[in-house]
């Protein structure tokens, strides 16, 4: 005898927290505390990514390793987090605007797509994909001045690059010299990276979910009703995380090595173009300059998108508020 559909959707819908199920107030202040952990954790990534997409063709640090070799060799380990402060001073009241936005538009674009007939993992895609690309939009506001900052300063002193005393010091004189839309050059492209790059992640996370659950037998027509352990779910999350990084890093490093470029190029008399860039890193290395940090993105997306969904559903399930 089949199992009744309603009891195939309670058993997979015991993976997952809705917005609605939250003490929002301890979710908040627990996950600025969680989150810095893992920018702690993983930005010396972003610095080595920053420093391969913006390094010219007389610099010989090509690879990852040459470059990581360099910054330990000149500035020791507090190198691998220039930026740090600037970025974990602006991450908290970003985080809090990207996931208020994601979990609400999610249950919106859920409620959208219900009436159609459409199968699970591609209903996930859809939602996941709205409410990435919405949260991101929303998000980018704050994460632009920040992004502009930090890769000034990881990248100062390295490759003909000015050098500041700090965050302030980069900002104080961005402002003075091209005013507050300064702070948001190359936003139109970080838009054009982002918001695709976050909703193929999303997209990515909740369709793999789905297409792993059955096959491992949950949902669908399948007979199991009872709940999956804690690990299996922590498993499936983490799968969902890598197929997301690399499905997301894959479609938008291109745009993410131009904006880059466009954003610490800044303090040139003749700042160039996003055309420009784009005739420079063909003429240096053909299209495969479009890709220079693949590698340490790939990584960063796939590190940091496993670390922080898992580290996201546990905050989702520290903070569940009982039925």
């Known amino acids: 005898?089949?199992?009744?559909?309603?009891?195939r959707v309670a058993s997979f819908g015991q993976t997952e927290i809705n917005w609605d199920k939250l003490d929002k107030r301890r979710f908040y202040v627990v996950g600025a505390g969680l989150f810095t952990g893992v920018t702690v954790a993983l930005y010396p990534v972003s610095v080595v990514k920053t420093r391969l997409q913006v390094a010219s063709r007389e610099i010989a640090e090509r690879s990852a390793f040459s470059v990581v070799k360099g910054i330990l060799k000149n500035d020791g380990v507090p190198g691998l987090y220039r930026g740090f402060g600037t970025v974990i001073t602006g991450a908290v009241p970003a985080r809090i605007i990207f996931l208020?936005?994601?979990?609400?538009?999610?249950?919106?674009?859920?409620?959208m797509?219900?009436?159609?007939?459409?199968s699970e993992p591609t209903k996930a895609a859809i939602a996941n994909g709205i409410a990435g690309m919405t949260a991101s939009l929303f998000s980018q506001a704050v994460f632009v001045p920040i992004d502009v900052v930090s890769q000034?300063?990881?990248v100062q002193g390295y490759s003909g690059h000015a050098k500041y005393t700090g965050g302030i010091d980069v900002a104080?004189?961005?402002?003075?010299?091209y005013g507050v839309r300064g702070l948001y050059r190359g936003f139109s492209l970080s838009v054009m990276t982002y918001s695709p790059s976050s909703a193929a992640w999303w997209a990515s996370y909740g369709s793999s979910q789905r297409v792993i659950w059955r096959f491992l037998g949950y949902g669908g027509d399948s007979d199991?009703?009872?709940?999956?352990?804690?690990?299996?779910?922590v498993l499936v999350q983490a799968a969902g995380g890598i197929i997301a990084g690399a499905t997301a890093s894959s479609i938008t490093t291109p745009l993410?090595?131009?904006?880059?470029?466009?954003?610490?190029?800044?303090?040139?008399?003749?700042?160039p173009s996003a055309k420009q860039v784009v005739k420079t890193l063909l003429a240096e290395d053909g299209w495969k300059g479009f890709y220079r940090g693949?590698?340490?993105?790939?990584?960063?997306?796939?590190?940091?998108?496993?670390?922080?969904?898992?580290?996201?559903e546990y905050l989702k399930r520290l903070c569940a508020t009982e039925d």
């Open 1 to 7: 005898m089949s199992t009744p559909p309603s009891s």
């Open 100 to 111: 208020t936005a994601l979990e609400t538009t999610k249950i919106s674009a859920f409620k």
């Open 113 to 118: 797509i219900a009436p159609f007939e459409l």
């Open 152 to 154: 000034k300063l990881m």
């Open 172 to 177: 104080t004189k961005i402002i003075k010299s």
């Open 224 to 233: 199991k009703t009872a709940a999956p352990s804690k690990s299996k779910i």
């Open 256 to 271: 993410d090595t131009i904006k880059t470029r466009l954003q610490v190029m800044g303090h040139q008399e003749n700042r």
């Open 294 to 312: 693949l590698g340490p993105r790939f990584f960063s997306m796939s590190a940091w998108g496993t670390t922080m969904i898992l580290t996201y």
